[in-house]
């Protein structure tokens, strides 16, 4: 079990460009979450996905961020386009079934520093 | 909104000295109630859980964590630290209205010293 893979691990962009984080749950993990990790606000959890269907975005800060899962072993957070104050470390998670009932699975995160 | 409330930012300790982090939770229906650690470099794992019944819990390396309802609290202790217990310290709580979500507090930052 390689675990929940995510990539790249650090990301530098300038202002305006696009980024795209990926994400690889583990498999045969139904759930997979967004969070991103920031020194003021700690661990926000940005969108989730039950069986790559997209369950609750509330937590998507703007237009500007978009997620998708088009299967089962993949996922994407898109930013676009970024700004400094979306720096932070993004991660993702994976579950087996609801979270609750089952530690969540994190990856390494992705360090995003827009300039 | 539902949140978590993690009053100490940042502690700094020297090995063998007793630890104490506070945890704060609003309330919501069933409490389901989390430890996470963060391991510099590492990733987020899970110490230990509280669900229901006997509200000392006991996680891995020697951390337990208390449930007191009346206070709303679900601190974090441990008797005697190491200096590899170095690490960030997240609590968490099921959401009340989604709960399949994990609501975190915001961390604490732990540093021991040898």
């Not at chain 2, 104490?20 to 409490?31: D, F, R």
């Not at chain 2, 630290?81 to 170095?86: A, R």
């Amino acid at each position: 079990d390689a675990g929940v893979i995510q990539s790249p691990r650090h990301e530098v962009t300038e202002m305006g460009q696009e980024v795209t984080l990926r994400c690889k749950p583990i498999s045969g993990h139904d759930y997979l979450f967004w969070y991103r990790q920031t020194m003021m606000r700690g661990l926000e959890l940005l969108i989730y996905f039950n069986n790559n269907v997209p369950i609750d975005d509330s937590g998507m800060p703007e237009d500007r961020f978009s997620a998708k899962m088009p299967n089962a072993s993949f996922s994407t957070l898109k930013i676009q386009p970024s700004e400094p104050r979306d720096s932070a470390v993004y991660f993702c998670a994976s579950s087996p079934v609801t979270p609750p009932n089952s530690p969540l699975h994190f990856g390494n995160g992705t360090r995003l520093t827009v300039t | 909104a539902q949140s978590v409330s993690q009053h100490n930012h940042h502690v700094i300790l020297s090995e063998a000295a007793s630890l104490e982090l506070g945890c704060n939770y609003s309330y919501g229906g069933t409490v389901n109630l989390f430890w996470y650690v963060q391991y510099p470099g590492q990733h987020l794992q899970l110490l230990l859980k509280y669900f229901s019944g006997d509200p000392l819990v006991k996680g891995i390396k020697g951390f337990e964590a208390e449930f007191i309802k009346s206070k709303f609290s679900f601190n974090l202790r441990k008797p005697s630290v190491q200096w590899s217990d170095t690490a960030e310290y997240f609590c968490a709580s099921r959401g009340s209205y989604n709960t399949d979500k994990l609501i975190f507090g915001t961390g604490t930052r732990l540093q021991v010293f040898p």
